[in-house]
């Protein structure tokens, strides 16, 4: 089992090669969704201002009482939740280049972030999660989870100074895509 305090790490080691695809990928997971699943959705789970995960505090340089604009979403195929996407926004972003973040609504994120050019990525970064960690039991109030661990991938997106932080958990479904 992963500690849930174990950092992200650069490459995920000893990921089963159908999964090791989806999150090595750096392009838009999104467009390469639609290219597999005739019926893609993204279903709204949650959205609002949080207290982000003490690990994505360090990653957005957030104070511990500071709150953020937290979006969660299930992406679905043909029916079947296939990634959790879970992004984080230091509140003085939605004052700025990122206000829109708000109005997603069911559309995807990465629809957003791919089509505009000024957006920048950073390197993705991964870790395997289980029970333990936070984003586990996020996952498990909205989607009977049945997987020891699951393996997530992490990247900041900036415009204009404001850094948005973007965690996809992909699901065992995943794998059959």
């Not at 279903?43 to 340089?61: F, H, I, M, S, Y």
Request: charge should be positive; glycine fraction near 8%.
């Amino acid at each position: 089992m992963s500690n849930p305090l174990h950092p992200w790490i650069d490459h995920p080691f000893g990921v089963a090669r159908p999964i090791r695809h989806w999150l090595t990928d750096r392009g838009s997971l999104t467009r390469r969704l639609k290219a597999r699943c005739a019926d893609f959705r993204v279903v709204p789970l949650a959205r609002g201002l949080r207290r982000p995960l003490p690990d994505e505090r360090a990653r957005l340089g957030t104070g511990f009482a500071e709150r953020a604009y937290v979006r969660e979403v299930l992406l679905r195929c043909q029916g079947e939740a296939v990634v959790f996407a879970h992004s984080v926004l230091a509140r003085g972003g939605l004052r700025g280049a990122w206000n829109g973040i708000t109005r997603l609504g069911s559309r995807p994120l990465g629809e957003a972030l791919f089509a505009n050019p000024r957006i920048r990525r950073e390197s993705l970064s991964y870790r395997s999660i289980d029970r333990r960690h936070p984003l586990y039991r996020i996952l498990q109030r909205h989607l009977d989870v049945d997987a020891r661990r699951l393996w997530a991938r992490r990247s900041l997106f900036t415009l204009d100074g404001r850094a948005l932080l973007v965690t996809e958990v992909f699901l065992p479904r995943i794998a059959s895509l």
